[in-house]
């Protein structure tokens, strides 16, 4: 490469993209997306056993309590009283308000509608180690980051309505056992996430202005896949090839609960 096209390409690097070019390349994350993971494929295609969705509504409940920590810690970082007022609204949507009663309590009737008792799900006794240490990963992020930065992180909801829009489709079709009832999360975050996309992004697009900023972003909402999918990842070991966290040595659930 002669020094014209090197320093042409160097400068290229360098230049910030467009709003328009930023958000396209952060919605080409897309692929990467756990609805992409052959766990989440073999539910939707109605490959699952109960035993396996019951594990992965145990685990993913680990990350539905997480997430109002996550969303806790950034509006403790945030000095801008207008953001946290529309952020505030994420902690509510899970902990429920004026009587309503919230995504976490939305995914304990879905825990109950596939079989598991509350008290088994509130104990944390199915969460799996690599489940616990990618979540935890997550909100302590949140927790070091600059506000932006543990915003910006949360733009995985670009990515989430397809998600739940699928589960709706299929799970009915496919696991009939499972009482209806227990759908409600889902059907709330249909709009729920769409309201958040909006104002994440608008956070993500205003604040990384910098090519160097905006290849940080990339590699933030990268890190936040990557959590997704080695939450997947855990749950296929132990559900899937029955390798779950110290198979040759007891079949008890012997890993720890959270104590650190």
Known sequence: MNSSVQQSAEQSLQTPLTPQAFEAALRAKGDYYHIHHPFHRAMYE?????????????NRFYYQISIP??????????????????????LLDHDG????EGGIEAWLRLGEAVGLSREEILSQEHVLPGVRFA????????RRATWQEAASSSLTELFAPSIHQAR??????HYPWIDASGYQYFRSRLTEARRDVEHGLAITLQHYQTRAGQERMLEILQFKLDVLWSMLDAMT??????????HTVTAKPVYHRGLF
Do not use: H
């Not at 308000?97 to 309503?100: E, I, K, L």
């Not at 979540?135 to 949140?142: G, L, P, R």
């Not at 070991?237 to 966290?245: K, S």
């Open 46 to 58: 109605g490959e699952c056993t109960p035993e396996q969705i019951r594990g992965w509504v145990a």
């Open 69 to 90: 920590m996550k969303d806790a810690a950034i509006m403790a970082n945030c000095p801008d009283r207008d953001t946290r007022r529309l952020w505030v609204q994420r």
């Open 97 to 100: 308000y004026d009587g309503g």
């Open 135 to 142: 979540v935890d990963a997550y909100v302590n992020f949140a």
């Open 168 to 173: 709706l489709a299929s799970w009915p079709e």
């Open 237 to 246: 070991m132990a559900y899937q090839l029955d390798r779950a966290p110290y």
